[in-house]
């Protein structure tokens, strides 16, 4: 992909709002409302004068809490001086990769992938080896493509179960392996776990945490998408014990801390909405299952039992037309997607985010599938 301030992905970082009218189809942004629980832990938090600095690796409380969370999920319950509160999913993200990979070292990060790690890590002047991301369960590492790019110098390999943006959702036994092979080549896992509770199976995503990897993995989680707090900007880095030191460092002096208000928001969130992924994991299978009728033949081919997320990842391909050029009609027509090109070098897929209502993403899904079918392509598989 290329390495310029202008790419797909930058573009994207600097779009303006959507047009008012348009369904806004693009961002990773569920559309159910904060809970009503955390909008009164915000209010109070204001209201009792909470608008100050926390400690820099966040509130013992709330660390304590997502060790919890992490124990409840997987079985491994970190130290609480390998938790550190960080602004939202992507601090924690940036924090891992400058700890490990600067100065000197590459990544490697999935095929398609969310951008920000190629764009961070392009701007920290750190290479970038690729694999290619299968649809999910054993097959979704490609081994021998990650074992490359390690051997070419790479420090770090991302995993992002569920993935932004197919919804892909690796197995225990594929985290086994990646473990394993980070293990003989000294090297670490960044597992991105922004989705890790939003899984059509029911159950929370496998992490390498809880499968031999907690000496050797960055676990990188958020609130955003689970409890509807993406512009509260609250996640947490878990770490080796090893990197204590540099985590600390770099969070500290280009975060300070994560917002407090946020933080005693978290606090509430694991408290009292247990249930809360489990739950939106439903509502966004359903809306998959009415997106793939609606889509018909443009439809993601693959099990639901290996999804999550809230994202179709579409095949656009046999339109002939570039990603660019299929999200500019539908933007013509007032629906709102990501292009493809956001997130692979391989032209021709659509990433659409199922997060509006029924009647606005079936009128969205009819608009979509009537411009893949344009110019005489036929509707048909």
């Not at 009728?293 to 081919?301: N, V």
């Not at 007032?334 to 897929?349: E, Q, R």
Request: aromatic share 6%.
């Amino acid at each position: 992909m290329p390495d310029d301030a202008t790419d797909d992905a930058v573009r994207r970082m600097m779009a303006p709002e959507v047009a008012a009218g348009d369904i806004d189809l693009s961002v990773g942004e569920p559309d159910q409302a904060l809970p009503s629980g955390l909008v009164e832990a915000a209010v109070r938090s204001l209201r009792a004068g909470r608008t100050g600095y926390t400690p820099k690796l966040g509130l013992t409380e709330l660390r304590e809490e997502i060790a919890g969370d992490i124990e409840r999920a997987s079985g491994f319950r970190p130290a609480l001086d390998d938790v550190v509160v960080t602004l939202g999913g992507t601090g924690a993200v940036a924090v891992a990769l400058a700890a490990v990979c600067v100065p000197g070292g590459g990544v490697v990060i999935p095929d398609p992938a969310w951008p920000n790690y190629r764009v961070l890590a392009e701007r920290l002047g750190v290479t970038v080896h690729t694999y290619p991301q299968g649809p999910g369960g054993d097959g979704m590492i490609d081994l021998e493509a990650v074992a490359a790019g390690l051997r070419a110098g790479a420090r770090l390999v991302v995993v992002n179960s569920p993935s932004n943006p197919t919804g892909a959702v690796a197995s225990a036994a594929a985290l086994r392996a990646l473990v394993a092979l980070v293990r003989e080549h000294r090297a670490y896992i960044l597992s991105d776990e922004a989705y890790e509770a939003i899984v059509f199976s029911g159950d929370r995503a496998a992490s390498p945490l809880a499968h031999g990897g907690h000496d050797v993995t960055f676990s990188a989680r958020t609130f955003s998408k689970t409890y509807s707090m993406t512009g509260l900007r609250a996640g947490a880095l878990i770490s080796p014990p090893e990197f204590r030191v540099a985590v600390a460092a770099l969070h500290g002096t280009t975060a300070g801390c994560a917002p407090v208000t946020a933080q005693l928001v978290g606090i509430e969130a694991l408290r009292s909405l247990p249930d809360r992924g489990r739950d939106l994991a439903a509502a966004y299978r359903a809306r998959f299952e009415r997106a793939l009728s609606a889509l018909g033949p443009w439809a993601q081919d693959v099990s639901l039992e290996r999804l999550g997320g809230f994202y179709l990842w579409v095949d656009a391909r046999r339109t002939g037309r570039t990603g660019n050029d299929l999200s500019d009609r539908l933007r013509e027509r007032g629906v709102v997607v990501s292009s493809g090109t956001v997130y692979t070098a391989t032209d021709g897929f659509l990433r659409i985010a199922l997060t509006a209502d029924d009647d606005a993403l079936d009128k969205a899904l009819t608009i979509v599938r009537e411009v893949l079918s344009m110019d005489g392509t036929t509707d048909e598989r």
